[in-house]
């Protein structure tokens, strides 16, 4: 059974960082796309980062490039989303998805059957 458990959310003021986590369970972790969407009040699930271990492929929304990293773990079977430079409009609940998809990571969040609980990130002015 497939287990993903998020930690590291919470209240930074803009400028600020903040590293999530993602405990894995369930699946041998480098062989499935995994990332992070996050989801604002009123607003869609949107992909965030998501990488493919296998082949090193990463994606990056594009408000994020150069501000948040992921990365993993594999010997811990954890994802990591470092944010630095946070501001505002990065405030939503975030999620941690997995995919059983070779290659590229898929965009929408229906293509990930597997999610977190999520973790708030809030983002002061």
């Known amino acids: 059974q497939v287990q993903l458990v998020e930690s590291g959310g919470g209240s930074v003021q803009a400028g600020g960082s903040l590293r999530l986590s993602c405990a894995a369970s369930g699946y041998t972790f480098n062989t499935y796309c995994t990332g992070w969407f996050r989801q604002a009040p009123g607003k869609e699930r949107e992909r965030v980062a998501t990488?493919?271990?296998?082949?090193?492929?990463?994606y990056y929304l594009d408000s994020v490039k150069g501000r948040f990293t992921i990365s993993e773990d594999n010997s811990k079977n954890t994802l990591y989303l470092q944010m630095n430079s946070l501001k505002p409009e990065d405030t939503a609940m975030y999620y941690c998805?997995?995919?059983?998809?070779?290659?590229?990571?898929?965009?929408?969040?229906?293509?990930?059957?597997?999610w977190g609980q999520g973790t708030q990130v809030t983002v002061s002015s």
């Open positions: 990488i493919y271990s296998a082949s090193g492929t990463t």
């Open positions: 998805a997995a995919s059983r998809t070779a290659g590229l990571c898929p965009g929408y969040s229906y293509s990930y059957p597997y």
